[in-house]
T-cell receptor
Framework: DTAVSQTPKYLVTQMGNDKSIKCEQNLGHDTMYWYKQDSKKFLKIMFSYNNKELIINETVPNRFSPKSPDKAHLNLHINSLELGDSAVYFC????????????FGPGTRLTVT | GENVEQHPSTLSVQEGDSAVIKCTYSDSASNYFPWYKQELGKGPQLIIDIRSNVGEKKDQRIAVTLNKTAKHFSLHITETQPEDSAVYFCAAGYSTLTFGKGTMLLVSP
């Protein structure tokens, strides 16, 4: 059973398009995250939700909009895609906020051409 | 905000040798220090973590030490094996985690 799953695994699109990445966890966790990993492997948090409420919103362009329809799902919608958005996006979940293990999904490699 | 520095960026060892990766952090409020291993094409996976009330923790071939006064913590892997080859990330925080830039560990047979 996959604990944290993401779809799609690969996403190739052109500049200016709008795309969404979906994330689901079956661990019963209350907290979910979106991370961006750039070409140099730098992993940076973008958003965090706890019980469907946004609790962390790092300095991310407002073209990125997360949505949590329920505690098990956290989707990421990106408007007007730019070349610099190309990266691997990871969803993660944890039992709560703070010192809990974060379980990462397999990642979505987004390529903007 | 928190700033985490990680060294070295690349580490090559022979199978059976030990490997040490070091991290420093800036925010004295940070109380949680996990280490993640990321294999090619996969998401990071927790391998060991330590909380601020503990100075050292060991799990088989892996150990982590924490010096809160100096604000640094280290990962020690003994008897390295080729399957240990991966990118390792340290992280620090309390409500959210800030990750280091990663260390690519290469273990040669």
């Amino acid at each position: 059973d996959t604990a944290v799953s993401q779809t799609p695994k690969y996403l190739v699109t052109q500049m200016g398009n709008d795309k969404s990445i979906k994330c689901e966890q079956n661990l019963g966790h209350d907290t979910m995250y979106w991370y961006k990993q750039d070409s140099k492997k730098f992993l940076k948090i973008m958003f965090s939700y706890n019980n469907k409420e946004l609790i962390i919103n790092e300095t991310v362009p407002n073209r990125f909009s997360p949505k949590s329809p329920d505690k098990a799902h956290l989707n990421l919608h990106i408007n007007s895609l730019e070349l610099g958005d190309s990266a691997v996006y990871f969803c993660a979940s944890s039992q709560g906020v703070g010192w809990y293990e974060q379980y990462f999904g397999p990642g979505t490699r987004l390529t903007v051409t | 905000g928190e700033n985490v520095e990680q060294h070295p960026s690349t580490l090559s060892v022979q199978e059976g040798d030990s490997a040490v990766i070091k991290c420093t952090y800036s925010d004295s409020a940070s109380n949680y220090f996990p280490w993640y291993k990321q294999e090619l094409g996969k998401g990071p996976q927790l391998i060991i973590d330590i909380r601020s009330n503990v100075g050292e923790k060991k799990d088989q071939r892996i150990a982590v030490t924490l010096n809160k006064t100096a604000k640094h913590f280290s990962l020690h892997i003994t008897e390295t094996q080729p399957e240990d080859s991966a990118v390792y990330f340290c992280a620090a925080g309390y409500s959210t985690l800030t990750f280091g830039k990663g260390t690519m560990l290469l273990v040669s047979p």
